[in-house]
């Protein structure tokens, strides 16, 4: 007998289709009413939670929300204070009154003191002494490396013994270390410029035509690896701890490992001398003061910066 029941997939395919299609013209409407209700229901519930929050904000916890916003705001406000503060540099500070240090006969040297709290800021700034009523010396410029106290100097200030002597500070600049290329800033300085000074001596001479009553005699002794086209120094004469006379010499291409006899003469008399110190005011910073190595010194490299 033959199996009428067996139907081919198009026949099935069509009555699938069919019987969805009956489905859908009897149930549209209501599928329709079903989801308009839901959109009104999810547009209510909106709006109620709308008014709800509106209510609660500006009548109910209205003024406990004030307080709590302008409370962010403060603290915020003094958090970004803090840390802008803590990132930025503190100010260099003048130590005391400058010396008046007579350096001749009717001229005087200034000598001011200025202190760096910073641990990763230098400064660079142009500075000048005030004096007298109105009278100021030539601005000149410096420098102050972190965690330093340097002398400043305005030397053969002429006239009268100056009173009223202060020191200023003109257009300060900071320079911030970069703690991943220098996280040492004290071993690198070392490293960089690291004089030793020996055989000091001082001599206390009769006054003759020439005006010298002193001269002092050293050896400097270069211990870094670098060699400097000019090396500035500040030299300071101390009886006991104070500081009686102040003086600046030049030593040009002093070679990594040089050691080298400096002498200066004085024109003012002075007690006995106790200790000669020569510091350098050398700018480690500035790639153009180093000397290359022997190999290259055909090269000038300070033609590298416009000098």
């Known amino acids: 007998m033959e199996d009428t029941s067996y139907q081919t997939p198009e026949v099935k395919t069509t009555e699938t289709f069919y019987r969805r299609a009956r489905w859908w013209i009897a149930h549209r409407e209501g599928a329709r009413r079903l989801w308009i209700g839901l959109w009104i229901a999810l547009d209510v519930f909106l709006v109620v939670f709308a008014l709800w929050m509106f209510v609660d904000t500006f009548l109910i916890n209205y003024e406990a929300e004030r307080g709590l916003l302008r409370s962010l705001l403060v603290e915020n406000q003094t958090s970004l204070r803090v840390t802008t503060e803590a990132q930025s540099a503190q100010p260099v500070t003048i130590d005391g009154a400058p010396l008046v240090l007579a350096s001749s006969e009717d001229a005087y040297d200034f000598v001011g003191f200025v202190t760096n709290p910073n641990e990763d800021w230098w400064a660079e ?9 109105d009278a100021v010396t030539e601005s000149d410029v410096a420098f102050v490396y972190p965690g330093e106290s340097r002398a400043i100097l305005a030397l053969g200030v002429e006239g009268a013994r100056p009173t009223n002597v202060k020191l200023r500070l003109l257009d300060l600049d900071w320079h911030r270390i970069d703690p991943h290329a220098t996280p040492n800033f004290p071993s690198w300085k070392t490293d960089h410029v690291n004089l030793s000074v020996t055989n000091a001596t001082f001599t206390s001479l009769e006054a003759g035509s020439s005006g010298v009553l002193g001269r002092s005699s050293f050896s400097v002794t270069n211990n870094s690896g670098y060699g400097y086209w000019s090396l500035p120094m500040t ?11 102040v003086h600046s010499t030049i030593l040009d291409q002093f070679e990594a490992g040089e050691t080298r006899q400096v002498d200066l003469s004085w024109f003012q ?30 090269i000038d490299t300070r033609t590298n910066f416009g000098l």
């Open 125 to 133: 700034f142009t500075y000048q002494f005030s004096y007298g009523t």
């Open 235 to 245: 030299i300071l004469l101390k009886h006991g701890s104070a500081i009686v006379g």
């Open 269 to 298: 008399a002075f007690p006995t001398i106790d200790v000669i110190e020569a510091v350098p005011t050398l700018n480690i910073f500035d790639a153009s003061v180093y000397m290359p190595l022997r190999a290259d010194r055909a």
